[in-house]
């Protein structure tokens, strides 16, 4: 039997790990909140790792084929819209098992008492939560074993997921303090940028998604350029031209959200673009947004395209991209068996 491996480790590589779940319908929001940042993160010289979440994506059921459509569809989005397979690591979640083992491990970390406490299984479950999967309960026990498999020590995060996040730190706390190592990185989340929250175009109260009835409240990353243009013209807002000051747009949702994606769009401060507009009537601004947005997303549309014609290069890129990220999570995952008490023969 070997003797848990003590690791005192103070220093961690950097590496940053973050995910989308593979339920199809990309937003604007999805791409502001999460791809561009993808893409910054992996030009900025840290090692980064990037997956299609499907294990989550099964917490609720989901037709087999078309798990599979959207899975392929989430990676050609990432590459579409700038992710290197070559430079940062891309491949979905159920080609390493690691994840799946080391889940269980913190399955029996975490505490009932946490996994209760998450607004997300609150929202999810909602008032037939005995009806819910023992899956989406322990959903934040799979994200941090995604997350610590490969000792990550950042996460691009949006404000929803930061409760999350939290819970990875404290299972990786409770982990290190029950067997006296210092094993496992604290991870710190990234959450920065104008628009890491984009809002409905139809309601600048409530988050862009894809589950809203109205196709005219978001911009899919599929719509065409005139769509885009479109659905921009016509969204909601007020009769009040824009402020001077970006304090001016405190109880104007719908303004300030369209400022918002302008600011991420155009990678400038909210204050910069405030300063470019001051005093303009949204029929100026709107089609100024409107040609912004065509030029940034219309791109990504096209590639998406020319990928999903041909689902077997797609499958090998995930393929190569589980082979590399399995490199990296099962030395990690062994040690963590060690750790624990498990005796396991030497492969």
Same mark, same amino acid.
């Given at each position: ?18 995910? #989308? ?14 791809? %561009?940042?993808?893409?910054? @993160? ?10 299609? =979440? ?15 459509? $959207?899975? /392929? ?5 990432? #590459? ?8 940062? =690591? ?29 607004? $997300?299984?609150? *929202? ?48 990786? #706390? ?32 409530? %988050? ?24 921009? /013209?016509?969204? %909601? ?10 304090? +001016?747009?405190?109880? /104007?949702?719908?303004? /300030? ?21 001051? +005093?303009? $009537?949204?029929? &100026?601004? @709107? ?14 549309? &096209? ?5 999903? %014609? *041909? ?37």
């Amino acid at each position: 039997m070997s003797e848990p491996v003590q690791t005192p480790q103070t220093q961690f590589k950097p590496r940053i790990f973050s995910g #989308i779940q593979p339920s199809g319908g990309l937003t604007l929001g999805n791409y502001l909140g999460a791809l %561009k940042r993808f893409v910054e @993160k992996q030009d900025e010289g840290i090692e980064t790792i990037y997956c299609l =979440v499907d294990l989550h994506a099964i917490t609720v059921w989901q037709d087999p084929e078309k798990l599979r459509q $959207q899975t /392929r569809e989430g990676a050609a989005a990432f #590459i579409a819209a700038g992710i290197d397979p070559a430079r940062s =690591v891309l491949f979905n979640q159920s080609q390493v098992t690691a994840h799946a083992e080391l889940a269980w491990i913190f399955n029996c970390v975490a505490r009932m008492g946490w996994m209760g406490r998450m607004t $997300q299984w609150k *929202d999810k479950a909602g008032k037939n939560a005995e009806a819910a999967s023992l899956g989406l309960f322990a959903y934040p026990a799979l994200m941090a074993a995604d997350i610590l498999a490969y000792h990550a020590t950042m996460v691009p995060v949006g404000e929803d997921q930061k409760q999350h996040l939290e819970l990875t730190r404290d299972i990786a #706390i409770k982990f290190n303090n029950d067997f006296k190592v210092d094993f496992f990185p604290v991870v710190e989340p990234l959450i920065e940028g104008a628009a890491t929250r984009v809002m409905s175009l139809r309601d600048g109260t409530k %988050k862009m998604s894809k589950s809203d009835p109205s196709d005219q409240s978001r911009i899919n990353l599929t719509d065409t350029a005139d769509q885009i243009a479109s659905k921009i /013209r016509k969204a %909601k807002t007020d009769p009040e031209p824009l402020p001077d000051t970006v304090e +001016g747009l405190k109880d /104007r949702p719908d303004a /300030r959200n369209l400022v918002n994606i302008y600011a991420a769009l155009a990678g400038h401060t909210v204050e910069q673009v405030i300063a470019d507009f001051a +005093g303009a $009537q949204f029929g &100026t601004f @709107k089609p100024a947004l409107a040609d912004l947005a065509v030029a940034k997303l219309a791109p990504i549309t &096209t590639e998406m395209n020319r990928l999903m %014609k *041909d689902p077997a290069e797609i499958d090998r890129i995930l393929g190569q991209g589980g082979e590399r990220a399995e490199a990296i999570a099962r030395p990690i995952v062994d040690q963590v068996y060690d750790i624990v008490g498990m005796i396991r023969s030497r492969r």
